[in-house]
C-alpha cells in the first residue's frame, strides 16, 4: 500500500540537484509557490491560495497518492517552495526527501489523520476545513501582504466544506449505525464523521487478500443487518466484492477514496458521487 523510500544513492543526486538548482520556482521569480503531495491537499492549497500564489503537486493526474516516487525535479520543486503540504507517513519516499532537506515552511496534515492505520482523513469535510485554515497560516507567513486573501480563501473553503458535511450529514441522517461494508478500510473517517459502521472485507491495505474466515464473517454481519449494496474503489480489484454480493444477492457500487483523481475530476465532484452512491446503496 505504501511505497518504498527512494534508493540513498539516487536521493543523494536528488538533494544535491536540489540544493544547487538556480531555476525560479514554478510560480516565478517573485511568486509564492505551493508544492502538495496527495490530490486532496492540493485541492485544499489551490482553494485558499486563490490567485495569490501557484500550487502544483508532485502527482499527475491519475497518480495514486500511495504509489509516488520522486524525481530530481521534484525533489527541487519541493526545496525551492515557499510551502509544501506534506502527510508524513503516507508517501516515505517523500518524507525521507523533506527530512534530509526540511522546506522553511511545511504543513503537516498527520494530525488530521489521527488513525495511523489510517491515512484518509480527507473523507470528512470537517478535517479538511480545519487543514484550509493551517494551509493560510503557512502562507500569510511568507507572504503577509496576502495574509487577508488567504484568509478570504480559508473562509470561502470552509464554507463549502460546511456545505458538503451539511449534504452528507442531511442525506445520512436516517442511517445512523447502518453497516458501511466495503473491498477495503479506506472510509473510517467518512463512517465515524456519520455515524456508520465500516465493515471492510479486507484491512486497510487493498492489496492483502481477506482470509475465508474474514470473508464468511462478513458475509455473516451482511446478512444479518440486511445490507443491500457491496461497496468497492473505482481502481481495485472488485472480484472478491463482487463474489460476496454474489452470494448475498446484492448490488455492488463504486465508493471513492479520492487517492487517484483523472483528469476532469476534483475532490469535490468524486465527494458528491460519493454521497450519491451512499444514498443509494445503504439499507437505510
Avoid at 137 to 165: H, I, K, N, R, W
Avoid at 195 to 211: F, K, M
Avoid at 247 to 263: C, F, I, M, N, S
Wanted: charged fraction near 20%.
Amino acid at each position: 500500500m505504501r511505497s518504498a523510500p527512494l534508493a540513498g544513492g539516487v536521493l543523494a543526486l536528488a538533494l544535491l540537484a536540489a540544493c544547487g538548482s538556480t531555476d525560479p520556482p514554478a510560480g516565478g521569480e517573485d511568486g509564492t509557490t505551493v508544492v502538495t503531495t496527495s490530490h486532496p491537499l492540493q485541492y485544499t492549497a489551490e482553494a485558499v491560495a486563490g490567485d495569490r500564489a501557484s500550487v502544483s503537486s508532485v502527482l499527475a493526474a491519475g497518480d495514486d497518492s500511495h504509489n509516488t516516487e520522486i524525481s530530481t525535479r521534484q525533489v527541487a520543486e519541493m526545496v525551492d517552495a515557499d510551502v509544501v503540504v506534506h502527510l508524513s507517513g503516507l508517501q516515505p519516499a517523500i518524507d525521507t526527501a523533506l527530512s534530509a532537506r526540511p522546506p522553511q515552511h511545511l504543513v503537516d496534515a498527520v494530525q488530521y489523520a489521527d488513525d495511523e492505520n489510517d491515512p484518509h482523513f480527507w473523507l470528512d469535510p470537517v478535517r479538511m476545513a480545519s487543514l484550509g485554515q493551517d494551509v493560510a497560516a503557512a502562507l500569510s507567513e511568507v507572504d503577509p501582504e496576502g495574509a487577508a486573501d488567504y484568509e478570504a480563501g480559508a473562509a470561502a473553503f470552509a464554507t463549502e466544506m460546511d456545505q458538503l458535511d451539511a449534504d452528507y450529514a442531511t442525506a445520512l441522517a436516517g442511517c445512523r449505525d447502518a453497516a458501511l461494508v466495503t473491498s477495503h478500510e479506506a472510509f473510517g473517517y467518512l463512517a465515524q464523521r456519520y455515524g456508520l459502521r465500516q465493515i471492510g472485507i479486507a484491512g486497510v491495505d487493498p492489496e492483502v487478500e481477506p482470509s475465508p474466515a474474514r470473508v464468511r464473517d462478513v458475509l455473516e454481519v451482511a446478512r444479518e443487518n440486511d445490507v443491500t449494496t457491496i461497496f468497492f474503489e473505482e481502481t481495485a480489484n472488485p472480484a472478491v466484492a463482487e463474489k460476496l454480493a454474489g452470494d448475498l444477492g446484492v448490488q455492488t457500487a463504486v465508493l471513492h477514496p479520492v487517492e487517484r483523481v483523472e483528469e476532469g475530476q476534483d475532490y469535490l465532484s468524486l465527494m458528491q458521487e460519493n454521497l450519491q452512491a451512499l444514498r443509494t446503496g445503504l439499507n437505510c
